[in-house]
């Protein structure tokens, strides 16, 4: 008999990426065919400005999730919930009270981390009793070892589950190397949350231009706490109104178009919940070396000088030196590329992910 399992996620909107694989979950034919399902989405924002502001319709909507969860406890029965749980601030206390209603039920729990920062308040003596109320005799699924760090005070080594993330495999060739003379193409996408490094790129992108080095740099992704008149004056500010241009969101063939007219990806965020960086491996899926930071786990999906470079958060120099580097060594950048999706094949697929989560949810 299958057993039952009761899924809180999220999904898009707004796009971010536990709402990608939240959504890549529910679609699965692996786990939807292997056990008895059901999904409660527990976004209660509908775009990346609404996260973490209150409002009477999220307040609503939080009300109409313990609703469902009550009912499905009951209905559904399940023998083990999953949760996409927040790690810190307001969402951690929504979170938590789905969690005390599921032990009210003698739940099994198992906690899925898309974001980091317990260890950011283990110490404050609120935080660190709920902590322990909350992950007491449960189990957790990482998206790497290099994030144990952060749950280690609440967890044992032997409740913790490893599953990097995955995404769906759009089968992409790798484009022939440009020629040397040819303009070198950067993609930003991303929501433009300052944190993600939006004006530490705009930065590095001036000193290109002081260099007198050839470039265009395209950006795309929905408004956050960066509006698009406040990042057009900062690019106008730059003097890079000829070198850049924004997008706005990008979805389908829109966002592969600007994939595939791409040489580099640059990411340079420095966001506190920064786990993985979902949108380095869909650049990697299109053959793009990627310049990141060793935020989160980022380090685990980008090889420094073998598939991408990393770079030290916050400095747009170096950020500068490293796309200058690409820009002169068209032969490595191809290399790059060539590793990047080599090991997104490997390492990062959806059909690699559901069988690693699969497996996962078997063993529980």
Same mark, same amino acid.
């Given at each position: 008999?299958?057993?039952?399992?009761?899924?809180?996620?999220?999904?898009?909107?707004?796009?971010?990426?536990?709402?990608?694989?939240?959504?890549?979950?529910?679609?699965?034919?692996?786990?939807?065919?292997?056990?008895?399902?059901?999904?409660?989405?527990?976004?209660?924002?509908?775009?990346?400005?609404?996260?973490?502001?209150?409002?009477?319709?999220?307040?609503?909507?939080?009300?109409?999730?313990?609703?469902?969860?009550?009912?499905?406890?009951?209905?559904?029965?399940?023998?083990?919930?999953?949760?996409?749980?927040?790690?810190?601030?307001?969402?951690?206390?929504?979170?938590?009270?789905?969690?005390?209603?599921?032990?009210?039920?003698?739940?099994?729990?198992?906690?899925?981390?898309?974001?980091?920062?317990?260890?950011?308040?283990?110490?404050?003596?609120?935080?660190?009793?709920?902590?322990?109320?909350?992950?007491?005799?449960?189990?957790?699924?990482?998206?790497?070892?290099?994030?144990?760090?952060?749950?280690?005070?609440?967890?044992?080594?032997?409740?913790?589950?490893?599953?990097?993330?995955?995404?769906?495999?759009?089968?992409?060739?790798?484009?022939?190397?440009?020629?040397?003379?040819?303009?070198?193409?950067?993609?930003?996408?991303?929501?433009?949350? +300052?944190?993600?490094?939006?004006?530490?790129?705009?930065?590095?992108?001036?000193?290109?231009?002081?260099?007198?080095?050839?470039?265009?740099?395209?950006?795309?992704?929905?408004?956050?706490?960066?509006?698009? +008149?406040?990042?057009?004056?900062?690019?106008?500010?730059?003097?890079?109104?000829?070198?850049?241009?924004?997008?706005?969101?990008?979805?389908?063939?829109?966002?592969?178009?600007?994939?595939?007219?791409?040489?580099?990806?640059?990411?340079?965020?420095?966001?506190?919940?920064?786990?993985?960086?979902?949108?380095?491996?869909?650049?990697?899926?299109?053959?793009?070396?990627?310049?990141?930071?060793? +935020?989160?786990?980022?380090?685990?999906?980008?090889?420094?000088?073998?598939?991408?470079?990393?770079? +030290?958060?916050?400095?747009?120099?170096?950020?500068?030196?490293?796309?200058?580097?690409?820009?002169?060594?068209?032969?490595?950048?191809?290399?790059?590329?060539?590793?990047?999706?080599?090991?997104?094949?490997?390492?990062?697929?959806?059909?690699?992910?559901?069988?690693?989560?699969?497996?996962?949810?078997?063993?529980?």
């Amino acid at each position: 008999m299958k057993k039952r399992i009761l899924f809180f996620l999220h999904k898009p909107p707004p796009v971010h990426g536990s709402s990608i694989v939240g959504g890549l979950i529910e679609k699965s034919s692996l786990i939807n065919s292997n056990f008895k399902t059901k999904y409660i989405n527990i976004g209660t924002s509908s775009s990346v400005k609404q996260i973490n502001k209150w409002s009477l319709l999220k307040v609503f909507k939080y009300c109409m999730i313990l609703l469902k969860t009550i009912l499905q406890l009951v209905k559904f029965n399940p023998d083990i919930v999953y949760i996409a749980i927040s790690a810190k601030g307001i969402a951690f206390f929504k979170d938590a009270l789905i969690v005390f209603l599921s032990k009210l039920f003698k739940k099994k729990i198992v906690f899925h981390f898309h974001n980091k920062g317990v260890s950011e308040n283990q110490d404050k003596l609120f935080y660190d009793k709920t902590y322990k109320l909350v992950f007491r005799n449960t189990k957790v699924v990482l998206i790497s070892k290099l994030l144990y760090n952060d749950v280690k005070k609440y967890f044992n080594h032997k409740n913790v589950f490893y599953c990097k993330n995955g995404i769906k495999d759009s089968k992409i060739n790798i484009k022939k190397m440009k020629n040397k003379s040819a303009k070198t193409r950067i993609l930003f996408l991303s929501n433009l949350i +300052e944190t993600k490094g939006v004006f530490i790129l705009l930065e590095a992108l001036k000193i290109l231009k002081k260099k007198k080095i050839d470039f265009f740099c395209d950006y795309a992704g929905g408004e956050g706490d960066i509006s698009l +008149e406040e990042f057009n004056k900062k690019v106008e500010f730059f003097g890079l109104k000829k070198n850049v241009i924004y997008h706005g969101k990008k979805f389908g063939k829109e966002k592969k178009a600007l994939f595939l007219k791409a040489d580099i990806f640059a990411f340079p965020t420095f966001y506190s919940y920064e786990t993985f960086g979902i949108v380095n491996v869909e650049a990697m899926m299109y053959g793009l070396p990627v310049i990141s930071t060793n +935020e989160g786990a980022i380090t685990d999906v980008i090889d420094h000088m073998k598939n991408g470079l990393i770079i +030290e958060k916050q400095n747009p120099y170096e950020l500068s030196k490293a796309v200058e580097y690409l820009i002169h060594n068209p032969e490595k950048r191809y290399k790059m590329g060539v590793n990047a999706q080599n090991k997104f094949k490997k390492e990062f697929t959806l059909k690699v992910f559901e069988k690693r989560l699969l497996t996962i949810l078997q063993k529980l």
